[in-house]
């Protein structure tokens, strides 16, 4: 009734082609934007805030960056735990080095360490394929968790081998450590996502988006009508690792405050890879459901049966959590392989012609 | 110098002059090697027949030994528990096959992929409901496994050979020869092979898709009760053995998807590069370097055979 | 309808039709003590002991003599699987509910929670575990660590040693080899260590377990075979201590120079290697076994009646008597700050105070129904560990036995780098707060 497209007519090409041509859509966005920057801060209790939204959002940042590579370019990886722990590492060694420098832009600027590594560990994907590729980032994974839990000069040498979030301020208000809020967190994190976001949606809307969707199709293909393999798979590692990265200092700086190496294991990469896959494989909205039904789902879970005065062991709930997780992502699956990006599609299409079926 | 001395001299002095060490060495990673590719061969045999890179083998190996240890626990017999828990991989076999593998029949590999890290989950929540998290002994003495160790005296020092190894290995042997047997020389086992090359072409032969399923399931969950009973009389049961199977992985791509002795091979290149690596080379890199060479020495190989050692060669055509 | 919308509808459902923010029970009307607990996962071998020791002490507390001070306590678990996120999480969602404390239990959720403890004004027991520095009470008024760090652990095994060495001079030339998983956990023991080293010449051998490899540690074992350390102490935690005495028994490392951590001492670590693990020694702070009146109220008040999560053959058992131990602490904690405070039910901010000011001597132990159960600890304003003694148990074959007087660590030495540590934390940790607490009397 409401969502209908009707005597919206486009004038020119470019709004034709816009990434949100349904009027409804802008308002839709305009809609969550406002709740996520206005009531969410002024109403969310302090553990919605710390314990879902900063989470949810850091995870949609590195799922979006995993997207990038493997629901854009078709190059499946195992290595975004190790490439989150990059961004992290490399913030934290910045902000010691230079403590006077503005801790956002090291937050970002470490997204350029983890592109550079990611880089080095796609080089094999020009030879390797599928299932072989993904085994082979593993070696990046495995690596690269090696290097900070063995070589001491990442963390500084610090004797319990763990990283710690100093206290860096920006116009005086504290962003980072104990003592900042967690409403500046948020919305350090906020912006952070929203900006990326919103790049990484040009991103894939153009020609080099093109060239990444042509390679996952089919490379062959894309390399006869001149698309060059090597610059075009690099160029999505790289994209993809500077997401990660920069989602790993924000996971450490914004909401662990401290982190010990095992923090970026192969457990990670599992977690955001779920996320893309179950949100919808080259599907920037299907990033952020997937990070919403893998990371909050558990959550919400949990207090089913206290709210519904059930006496459970707290391990029991674990136990049944983990087989309704496991259960969910099956039906999921069997459900919509594409995920949940193609669920939400086809909600809006019918809700596009309602009452009629087509 | 010094660092060319101690990555290409010092290690082969060490050898020549602790000879017992080298081939303890060499005894360790073959049987580590060996139970690698025990792991290695559950994946293969579902990916073979299904294109399912099965990511469940790991915790079906758990489940398959806390299931034994449970029963034994509450007061079944070892062999009757063991055959209990043979039925029971079968009945998961049947349950994959009709609740999972059927309903997503020809969809894309990886969807296929991220289904078996549902059955993962779903896995780990059961056999923690029904059996608990904390850590169990491996019935291994109960079930007819030799216990102690043979030593060898040899070259001044000695080598030690566990008996449990040995089984271990000689097990793993006839799993695999009885494998490769059925493979070749029965009628399910040539269906098989049908169903491997083309799914379409079998089906249209009258090659039953979901027996043939069932089957490998089946098969891959023996070779997980197997693998269980080895890592865990090794150590204990318990849901930490789950992380050994990530160590099938590289394995894999130098063995190849889709061959079994490729599983065997590369196994054992694995386990003994990994041992000799960390052994002689470890300390010169700072130690814990076995977590990742596997996956180096893979990837060396990779680079030049892009589908493994013994995989079949990718065609591609446009 | 086709199978796949109901299928769809059934999983829509569930996804959406939850409620979104958490309950629970409200703290107005007891102290509400949470318990991290990690009863799922890896290491939950170590895990559920631990936490149904610590349930159920405080549980028999309500059940004997209701609560304390009168006031009942609101015991409530929160299941972490050793997972720092699910940890944080937890944390996240007690802290609404007026916690006296948090036992993170777990060195990755310890951490975190010192920067926060300071904030949330909720103070952090990690009983021998989390970070060594943080006994410094001058810099970490939150956090409390009794009775011993892991540095005063691994300078007991070396006094032990010297000991059995005749001297703590004889140790000049031996090889002390440490095994420990390679993660902040493990290498905690370090830096002690190789100061000890320095100071009694003896050579210290390295043999870091990769968490991947817990279960395969042939390489390890290669290495001691090949260096054939004099004695071996092992920091490890989980599936790995079994896995390292199976080795040890293997590799016919004499059992009695293989020493565990407190860590490496629960009965499930030995199991598996039952008589082959026979004199493998562990550090321990609290007694084995049920002749404690603490524990045969526990088995009268809660365990036979039904109210516990244990089973009744696993009470007194190591871990489980730690974990019975810790919530000890806790009540012993509780009541000072009630005295302390003259309030009945007490915060964080009291809790800190009554933690700050606790004394277990010889005397209440015995009181509390539990005579020689574990030495006699306090802490103080400064010293928030108490730096107290231990012993080592000894596996017998099939369970633990007192292998060892009472070791005291050698605090002359292990003072000082605790000092260090604690002001290198503070400067890495730019603007990391004074203290503004004051001190109270005892």
């Not at chain 2, 990916?47 to 083998?57: I, R, T």
Request: proline share 5%.
């Amino acid at each position: 009734m409401l969502y209908r497209e009707a005597g919206q007519f486009k004038s020119s090409y470019t709004a034709d082609m816009a990434v949100f041509p349904i009027l409804q859509d802008r308002i839709g966005l305009g809609i969550v934007l406002f709740i996520a920057v206005v009531i969410i801060p002024y109403f969310g209790s302090s553990f919605l805030i710390q314990a879902i939204m900063i989470p949810f959002l850091i995870f949609s940042l590195a799922s979006i960056g995993l997207n990038l590579l493997t629901g854009y370019t078709g190059l499946l990886s195992l290595g975004t735990g190790a490439f989150m722990g990059v961004g992290a590492y490399a913030c934290y060694k910045l902000t010691t080095y230079f403590p006077g420098v503005n801790i956002i832009v090291w937050i970002l600027a470490s997204g350029f360490f983890s592109a550079a590594v990611g880089v080095v560990f796609g080089l094999p994907s020009l030879r390797i394929k599928g299932f072989y590729l993904a085994v082979a980032t593993l070696a990046a994974q495995f690596f690269l968790s090696w290097c900070f839990i063995r070589q001491p000069w990442f963390y500084n040498y610090n004797t319990s081998g763990a990283i710690e979030v100093p206290t860096r301020a920006l116009f005086g208000i504290p962003v980072t450590g104990a003592t900042s809020s967690f409403t500046t967190r948020y919305f350090v994190v906020l912006g952070i996502v929203i900006v990326m976001t919103w790049l990484a949606s040009n991103l894939v809307h153009g020609r080099i988006g093109r060239m990444w969707m042509a390679v996952r199709d089919m490379d062959l293909a894309a390399e006869l009508i001149g698309i060059r393999l090597l610059q075009t798979k690099l160029l999505a590692f790289a994209i993809s690792s500077f997401y990660s990265g920069v989602a790993g200092a924000l996971l450490v700086f914004m909401w662990y405050g401290s982190a010990e190496p095992s923090v970026f294991d192969v457990n990670l990469s599992f977690f955001i890879l779920f996320m893309v896959i179950i949100g919808g494989l080259g599907s920037l909205t299907g990033s952020f459901f997937g990070a919403a039904l893998i990371f909050i789902l558990p959550i919400v879970l949990r207090y089913i049966p206290p709210k519904l005065g059930i006496p459970i062991q707290s391990a029991t709930v674990d136990h049944i959590q983990y087989m309704v997780i496991g259960a969910l992502i099956v039906i999921f699956l069997i459900a919509e392989p594409a995920g949940l990006a193609r669920l939400w599609q086809i909600g809006k299409q019918k809700l596009r012609v309602w009452p009629f079926p087509y | 110098m010094d660092i060319l001395y101690k990555a290409f001299i010092d290690p082969f002095m060490q050898m020549g002059a602790a000879p017992d060490l080298f081939v303890q060495t060499l005894w360790d990673g073959l049987v580590a090697g060996v139970l690698y590719s025990l792991i290695a061969l559950g994946f293969v045999l579902i990916f073979k027949a299904s294109g399912v890179f099965n990511f469940a083998q790991g915790i079906m190996v758990v489940f398959a030994a806390l299931t034994l240890v449970g029963l034994h626990e509450k007061g079944v017999p070892a062999y009757l528990a063991l055959a209990i828990t043979i039925g029971i991989m079968f009945l998961l076999a049947v349950g994959v096959e009709k609740l999972m593998l059927r309903p997503l029949v020809n969809q894309p590999d990886i969807i296929l992929f991220m289904a078996t890290f549902g059955l993962t989950y779903f896995l780990i929540g059961f056999g923690e409901l029904i059996f608990g998290g904390d850590p169990k002994v491996m019935i291994a003495t109960q079930l007819g496994l030799p216990r102690g160790a043979i030593d060898f005296k040899f070259a001044g020092g000695f080598v030690s050979l566990q008996k449990i190894d040995i089984a271990a290995t000689i097990i793993a042997s006839i799993m695999v020869a009885s494998l490769a047997i059925f493979f070749q020389k029965t009628r399910i086992g040539r269906a098989l092979r049908a169903v491997a090359d083309s799914h379409k072409a079998a089906l249209s032969v009258g090659i039953s898709l979901e027996q043939i399923w069932v089957i490998v399931w089946f098969a891959a969950g023996l070779v997980a009760l197997a693998t269980g009973i080895m890592w865990g009389a090794r150590s204990e049961v318990s849901f930490a053995l789950e992380i050994i199977a990530l160590k099938a992985l590289p394995v894999l791509i130098l063995g190849g998807f889709t061959s079994i002795p490729g599983a065997i091979a590369g196994g054992v290149i694995i386990g003994v590069g990994e041992k000799i690596g960390e052994f002689y080379w470890g300390p010169l890199l700072g130690s814990g370097i076995e977590t990742w060479l596997a996956y180096v020495i893979a990837l060396v190989f990779l680079l030049f055979r892009p589908q493994g050692l013994f995989g079949e060669k990718i065609i591609e055509r446009i | 309808m086709t199978m796949k919308s109901y299928l769809l509808g059934a999983a829509v459902a569930v996804a959406a039709g939850l409620p979104l923010l958490p309950v629970g029970a409200s703290a107005a009307d007891g102290i509400y003590v949470p318990l991290f607990s990690y009863r799922t996962g890896p290491f939950a071998g170590s895990g559920t002991p631990i936490v149904n020791g610590m349930a159920d002490y405080l549980n028999m507390l309500n059940e004997r003599d209701g609560g304390i001070g009168g006031v009942k306590l609101i015991v409530e678990e929160c299941e972490t699987g050793y997972d720092t996120k699910k940890g944080l999480e937890c944390y996240e969602q007690v802290k609404s509910k007026n916690p006296v404390l948090t036992n993170p239990y777990s060195t990755g959720i310890t951490l975190p929670l010192i920067g926060k403890a300071a904030i949330d004004k909720i103070p952090v027991l990690s009983m021998a575990y989390g970070l060594s520095a943080s006994a410094d009470g001058s810099n970490f008024p939150w956090v409390f660590n009794p009775p011993a760090t892991y540095w005063d652990g691994a300078s007991m095994f070396v006094s032990y040693v010297g000991k059995q060495e005749g001297g703590l001079d004889k140790l000049k030339g031996k090889k002390l080899g440490l095994v420990y998983l390679d993660a902040p956990y493990g290498k905690e023991p370090i830096p002690v260590l190789e100061a000890l080293a320095k100071d009694y010449g003896f050579e210290l051998k390295l043999y870091p377990v990769p968490a991947a490899e817990m279960q395969n540690q042939s390489s390890q074992w290669l290495n001691i075979r090949r260096d054939r350390p004099d004695w071996i102490y092992l920091q490890g935690f989980g599936a790995m201590n079994p896995t390292a005495v199976k080795e040890a028994a293997k590799n016919s490392y004499p059992m009695d120079h293989l020493i565990g951590n407190w860590w490496a001492g629960g009965d499930d670590d030995a199991r598996p290697a039952g008589a082959d693990a026979k004199g493998y020694l562990s550090l321990d702070f609290n007694q084995v076994g049920t002749d404690f009146p603490v524990i045969q109220d526990i088995l009268k008040h809660v365990v036979d009646k039904g109210k516990s999560q244990t089973p009744k053959e696993k009470v007194g058992e190591n871990l489980y008597n730690r974990g019975v131990l810790n919530s000890m602490i806790i009540a012993e904690g509780i009541r000072n700050a009630q005295k302390l405070s003259g309030k009945k039910v007490i915060d964080g901010t009291d809790m800190r105070r009554g933690l700050e000011t606790l004394v277990i001597s010889a005397a209440r132990l015995k009181e509390m129904g539990a005579d020689g159960f574990a030495a006699p600890m306090a802490v103080t304003c400064a010293d928030h560990s108490g730096h107290n003694a231990a012993y080592m148990a000894k596996w017998d074959g099939t369970k633990w036995t007192k292998g060892s007087d009472w070791i005291e660590p050698i605090k002359a030495k292990v003072m000082p780098l605790i000092d260090e540590a604690s002001k290198a934390y503070a400067t890495a940790n730019a603007g990391w707060p004074k203290r503004s607490e004051a001190c109270d009397a005892k």
